[in-house]
């Protein structure tokens, strides 16, 4: 995969990392929530039939916070995850992160967002199978335009307990380890809301716990917060509050 690797020929806002946020007055004193829904709706429209995925949405999560979102089956989780990572819009409502409304945000700003302060991790299969663990989070850094690449990544990889792997590929880690490797590239790019769908969905107990520590070490040492969708009790126990959804809205 060829992917630029200049920093020098990329455009100065996006190595601006303070470009992508609003214009408080003074940063310190305005605490923009890290993720917000306000009164969001999305409905799926497909020839005449309609399915109402999100009626009503409203959800704060702060910098800093790891959140559970557990819920049945088609309550909306999912849809939730695609509209906080601008991967899809909402039919009515705002979707706002860190004082901005997605909703505002220009086709280049959006893709600041969703290479810069945005990371998903996926219940698995998140990585480049013919990369190493370490080009695997480099090549998330360059898209995201960081300079030193290699090293950044080398140096995430070491902090999450991979640095000895740091050149096997996907297949030759274990789920948990590449687990680890995508959060790693998530705290290398120093992403402010980390979407984790189902992430320890496949993995055994002793798994389980060392992603959950590590996403722990997301929000404690880089202050991200954390969205962890799961269905798993003891990793919604693992964290600071858990938000049911059903039929669309938050469970009162
Ligand atoms: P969950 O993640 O909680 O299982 P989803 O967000 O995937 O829920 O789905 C919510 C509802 O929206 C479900 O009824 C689902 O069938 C529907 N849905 C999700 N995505 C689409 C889509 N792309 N087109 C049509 N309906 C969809």
Do not use: K
């Given at each position: 995969m060829e992917l630029s690797s200049s920093a020098e020929d990329e455009p100065a806002r996006?190595?601006?990392?303070?470009?992508?946020?609003?214009?408080?007055?003074?940063?310190?004193?305005?605490?923009?929530?890290?993720?917000?829904?306000?009164?969001?709706?999305k409905i799926y429209r497909s020839g005449s039939a309609e399915t109402v995925a999100l009626r009503g949405l409203d959800l704060r999560i702060?910098?800093?916070?790891?959140?559970?979102?557990?819920?049945?089956?088609?309550s909306g989780k999912s849809t939730m995850l695609a509209l906080a990572a601008a991967l899809d819009t909402p039919s009515a409502g705002d979707v706002r992160s860190l004082g901005r409304s997605l909703a505002q945000l220009d086709e280049s700003d959006l893709a600041d967002y969703r290479a810069r302060q945005v990371a998903i991790v996926f219940q698995g299969d998140n990585l480049w199978p013919a990369l190493s663990a370490r080009e695997n989070v480099a090549t998330t850094l360059r898209m995201a335009g960081h300079g030193g690449a290699e090293q950044a990544a080398s140096q995430a990889l070491a902090t999450f307990g991979l640095g000895k792997r740091e050149h096997l590929r996907p297949a030759e880690l274990s789920g948990g380890e590449q687990q680890r490797v995508a959060i790693a590239a998530a705290a290398a790019r120093e992403?402010?809301?980390?979407?984790?769908?189902?992430p320890t969905g496949e993995l055994d107990e002793a798994n389980e716990s060392?992603?959950?520590?590590?996403?722990?070490?997301?929000?404690?040492?880089?202050?991200?917060?954390v969205v962890v969708v799961t269905h798993a009790e003891r990793v919604a126990g693992a964290c600071d509050r858990v938000v049911a959804i059903r039929d669309g809205r938050v469970e009162q």
């Open positions: 996006l190595l601006d990392p303070e470009s992508f946020y609003a214009e408080p007055e003074s940063p310190t004193e305005i605490d923009w929530g890290a993720l917000e829904f306000h009164d969001v709706f702060e910098q800093g916070e790891m959140v559970a979102v557990i819920g049945p089956s088609g992403a402010r809301l980390v979407l984790a769908d189902e060392i992603v959950l520590e590590s996403l722990r070490e997301l929000r404690d040492e880089h202050g991200s917060a």
